[in-house]
């Protein structure tokens, strides 16, 4: 089963805007990672942020994590028609070699 | 960095025949692989575990004779789907662990599926 959900479910935005999409989570985590991807491929992943992290930067991309709220965010800057994608979000659980549980997807579209 | 294969990236086959997938680790030894499924406009959904010289770990719901799983070395693992029926049309996502002290999960690129 999904471990949380992401919203929004989807959002469309035009080309230099920002995009922000949310992930929430039910367990205690050991990292929570962001992937993109476009349709109908693979994933690519983006960014991983570690349960004593707050906040982290890669580019255009910023995640934030708030463990007691179980939360995370993606801020996409100064989105790019490329950056069209769906977004999914990923925990793993501590001490655990279970595989990655994803959330349920925001789909982006940037309209150029 | 590390690099997980998939083949076939595509595969379309006729419905009550069996179709097997390939996942690869290039260049790190996998003693655990997952395999996810994804439905158009869905998130991916773990199916099984595929752990290396041992047999599968299936998630609930995930018929084990129907998707069959062999983890025959530490750097494959292999999905087929018996008796292949549309509704077993999806995209099948493996990744692998690597178990070299990262246990970092690194994702192929995936399998589109289509039964006719």
């Known amino acids: 089963s999904q471990q949380g959900e992401e919203d929004p479910q989807a959002l469309s935005i035009q080309e230099g805007e920002n995009a922000t999409m949310n992930c929430s989570y039910k367990?205690?985590?050991?990292?929570l990672q962001w992937y993109r991807q476009n349709s109908g491929r693979g994933l690519v992943h983006l960014i991983l942020i570690r349960s004593n992290e707050r906040e982290k930067h890669s580019g255009r991309l910023r995640v934030t994590l708030d463990t007691s709220k179980k939360s995370s965010s993606l801020l996409i800057t100064a989105s790019r028609a490329a950056d069209t994608a769906s977004y999914f979000c990923a925990t793993a659980i501590p001490k655990s070699r279970r595989a990655l549980t994803f959330g349920s997807g925001t789909r982006l579209q940037v309209q150029p | 960095g590390a690099v997980v294969s998939q083949h076939p990236s595509w595969v379309i086959c006729k419905s009550g025949t069996s179709v097997k997938i390939e996942c690869r680790s290039l260049?790190?030894?996998?003693?655990?692989m997952f395999w996810y499924r994804q439905f158009p406009k869905q998130s991916l959904m773990l199916m099984a575990t595929s752990n290396e010289g041992s047999k599968a770990t299936y998630e609930q719901g995930v018929e084990k004779d129907k998707f069959l799983i062999n983890h025959a070395s530490l750097t494959l693992s292999t999905l087929t789907v018996t008796s292949a029926h549309p509704e077993d049309s999806s995209f099948y996502i493996c990744?692998?662990?690597?178990?070299?002290?990262?246990?970092?999960?690194?994702f192929g690129p995936g399998t589109r599926l289509t039964v006719t």
């Open positions: 990744s692998a662990r690597d178990s070299g002290g990262t246990y970092e999960q690194y």
């Open positions: 367990t205690s985590i050991n990292n």
């Open positions: 260049d790190f030894q996998a003693t655990t």
